[in-house]
């Protein structure tokens, strides 16, 4: 939540600062705002809308020391004011990602000291704090002295009017890194805002402080002292940022998803076995110990964890409990020291995941697996083993190919799970490897289906309420897809286990409520005929996505979407496209932001 860039160079750097924030916006797009450093003074410009109002604004604005902000409001609505970088006495600007949580105390004591606040915000508490220690100009220690009165979570970057060349940024619980440039320095939330100047990286850790010069940069650890921190070479490149031919992220993320599979799958497909050592060499010993599974996760990736459930029972024979990560850490439960706690996260820097993951930890939990899109997240680095969903970075709000790719990995660890207990035999594993080297190619035959999805999306477009039905495995898809729909078109859509819609539900459906039923060819199906047969008598109007092979005719008020054949374990998979591209048709018939919907962002980094 809130992006970040800061940048220090020879040269203009309110353009460096402006197309880094375009990068991060999915991070946050209420306001925006940067300030640079010239002739002494602080010179800010903000907006109360995107980033494209505040690039027209600061046109003309010159500064070769600069921080950018983009901001997800908490604290004070969304407006200029309130707008970050917030500034103390013309001397300190400060941009801030994260959430102070005693600021109310600091605000009081910095008001009696003769501050004025010109924002609701929090962020504003940790300029007239840096302000307030830096008499001796001495802007990294005055930093450091404000940063320990902090509570909260925090990625910030510092400039000051009479410091030309120098930039302090610190980071804890938010994401910070570093680009190191030819004599020039930058700091993002996320390396796909400084693609454009750097692919050498430097994460910074937990409690890192980072001075940043023209020519160098010297990072201080959580106690202050001075530490080392290995370069990276950044595998992004920026077409990976780009939107290229697409209209939207979304629908570049959604046809995405044969390449993101087939890099996710990669190693894997490419051998002739599975083994534990794709999740982190400690997998082999850990493993078989286990005797459960716990899942934590948020939104879309919760999802996934449901899909991973029906696997882990079925074909590694485990007990799996899935639990939204916000609900868990919150909750006494009972810990087993051999249960496997899996979080799963796109950004791997959820507040509430990373919070369930710490809890389960605290609670005696010792072996964790994390997958996540995002390598050296917080999530990464605070589990003891890992597999890194290869989808790219993921735009778009609303969550697809990370989805899809989560998907994978936990067939994937489904299949060692079940060979290391002994469930999969030599020929299965075979016969599984082959289905996943297919997958790719399987997605890429539903996503053909586009034309005739787009124009099944008309149907929704006047409607204000949808119906998703699914069973089994293809339950948490209908909850996928009705996520999806309302997230991007704000139609209220509501999923049900199909074989629930007696016991409620079905007193909605009229004909003005469409139902769209994900409708593979499995052992469920019959069942499932008979709960569309129950939503047609009542006049529903139906929206049926089935297998070749299913035998569900189009007929009056039921449209069929003809599925290629039933993928087995694989399905839920192959069942998610089509909703996707419902969900994004219906949205553009709609006419609503697809990739920034309202009130929301992308990576969710406050409880
Ligand atoms: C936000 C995003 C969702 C995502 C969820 C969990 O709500 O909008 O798309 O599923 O956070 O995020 P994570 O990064 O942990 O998967």
Known sequence: MCGIVGAVAKRNVVSILVNGLLRLEYRGYDSAGLVVVRDGKLDRVRSNGRVAELELKSAN?????????????????????????????????????????????????????????TSDTDTEVIAHLIHSHYAQGNLLAATQQALAQLVGAYAIGVVAADNPHQLIAARKGSPLLLGVGECEHFV????????????????????????????????????GKAAQRPVHVSELNNDSVELGEYQHYMQKEIHEQPQALANTLESVCNSQSLVPGIFGAEANNIFPKIENILILACGTSHHAGMVARYW???????????????????????????????????????????????????????????????????????????????????????STKAFTTQLAALFLLTLVLAKTRGRLSAEKEQQFLHELRHLPSAVQKVLALEPQIAEMSKHFADKHHALFLGRGLHYPIALEG??????????????????????GPL??????????????????????????????????????????????????????????????????????????????YVALQKGTDVDKPRNLAKSVTVE
Not at 84 to 106: F, K, M, Q, W
């Open 482 to 503: 009705a996520l999806k729909l309302k997230e991007i078109s704000y139609i209220h859509a509501e999923a049900y286990p199909a074989g629930e819609l007696k016991h």
């Open 188 to 223: 993002a939330s996320d390396m796909s805002a400084l693609l454009q100047v750097t692919k050498n990286v430097v994460y910074l850790e937990e409690g890192d402080v980072v001075e940043v010069n023209l020519a160098d940069y010297r990072i201080f650890d959580a106690q």
């Open 61 to 117: 604005t010159y500064g070769e020391l600069g921080i950018a902000h983009t901001r997800w409001a908490t604290h004070g609505v969304p407006s200029e004011r309130n707008a970050h970088p917030h500034i103390s006495r013309d001397l300190i600007a400060v941009v801030h990602n994260g959430i102070i949580e005693n600021y109310e105390t600091l605000r009081t004591g910095l008001t009696t000291q003769g501050y004025e606040f």
């Open 312 to 398: 882990l029972e079925e074909l590694a024979g485990i007990q799996c409990t899935v639990e939204i990560a916000s609900e868990y850490r919150y909750r006494t439960s009972v810990a087993n020291p051999k249960t496997l706690v899996v979080t799963i996260s796109q950004s791997g820097e959820t507040a509430d995941t990373l919070a369930a993951l710490n809890h389960a930890k605290a609670t005696g939990h010792a072996f964790t697996l994390a997958i996540c899109n995002v390598p050296e997240s917080a999530i990464i680095r605070q589990s003891k083993l890992r597999l890194l969903t290869r989808a790219g970075p993921e735009i778009g709000v609303a």
């Open 507 to 584: 007193a909605l459906v009229d004909k003005d409520m469409p139902v769209v039923s994900v409708a593979p060819n499995d052992a469920l199906l019959e069942k499932l005929k008979s709960n569309l047969q129950e939503v047609r008598a009542r006049g529903g109007e139906l929206f049926v996505f089935a297998d070749a092979d299913t035998q569900i005719k189009e007929a009056e008020g039921i449209h069929i979407l003809q599925m290629p054949e039933h993928a087995g374990f694989l399905s839920p998979i192959l069942h998610t496209v089509p909703l996707q591209l419902l969900a994004y």
